[in-house]
């Protein structure tokens, strides 16, 4: 197995590998431009695209700043002075300014297709590693995984949908027993197991929340409400 190859087979554990590769790469990103890129005419330069960022990315950044004691809001504070004084540039030439794409949203979809297409690449390789291990591909990655198997590689897509049906079919087993034991004829408390049950099923049907997950939520709210 290459490197690649065994990054994605360490992100396997438990729920979405994908997603958790995802959180990963974003906590990273973030950290990397308060703790590096502060001041850095490129990245203020992508800042400015979307006037500071999606709203999720923007909030997240805040948080994360405030979350780690060597941080504190000092750089987010640089970073979003500059941004308000290039919307009040804006509003006193009597322009709106453009929202554009948030970079580090585009940043996430580009890893999120890079980490597919690894994936399928090596799937010879992962899909015994798959199986064997508690992970769950959520609803968005399994469906983006299995497409590209059913174009390249369609044994390898039975193989998988299969795999895919035997856990989901444990994980609903287990959210089932956590739900009986709340039954007051009981006597048995939820396993470890029941209890993560309820979470997982979460994140095998929405994902992890990252930016990619929250545009993709805007996006379908936009669709049904295109007045908005
Ligand atoms: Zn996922
Ligand atoms: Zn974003």
Request: proline share 4%.
């Amino acid at each position: 197995m290459d490197l690649i190859g065994m990054y994605l087979r360490d992100a396997l554990g438990e729920g979405c590998p994908v997603c958790r590769i995802l959180r990963k790469y974003e906590e990273s990103e973030i950290d990397t431009i308060l703790y590096e890129h502060v001041n850095n005419p490129d990245v203020r330069e992508k800042f400015k695209e979307s006037l500071g960022l999606c709203t999720y990315h923007a909030w997240k950044t805040l948080r994360k700043a405030y979350s780690e004691p060597l941080l504190g809001p000092l750089g987010v504070a640089i970073i979003y002075e500059h941004m308000l004084g290039t919307y009040i540039e804006h509003l006193e030439r009597g322009t709106f300014p453009e929202e554009g794409e948030c970079f580090l949203c585009r940043l996430m979809e580009e890893k999120e297709k890079g980490t597919i297409d690894a994936f399928a690449e090596r799937i010879e390789e992962l899909l015994p590693e798959y199986e064997r291990s508690e992970s769950v591909l959520c609803r968005r990655h399994y469906v983006m995984l299995l497409q590209i198997l059913r174009r390249e590689n369609s044994t390898a897509a039975e193989r998988l949908e299969r795999i895919q049906m035997k856990k989901l079919r444990v994980l609903r087993e287990r959210l089932g027993s956590f739900i009986d034991k709340f039954d007051y004829r009981a006597r048995e408390r939820p396993t470890k197991e029941e209890i993560s049950a309820l979470p997982l099923t979460i994140e095998a049907l929405k994902g992890i929340e990252t930016g990619i997950a929250m545009k993709h939520c805007e996006e379908r709210k936009r669709r049904r409400f295109p007045w908005r």
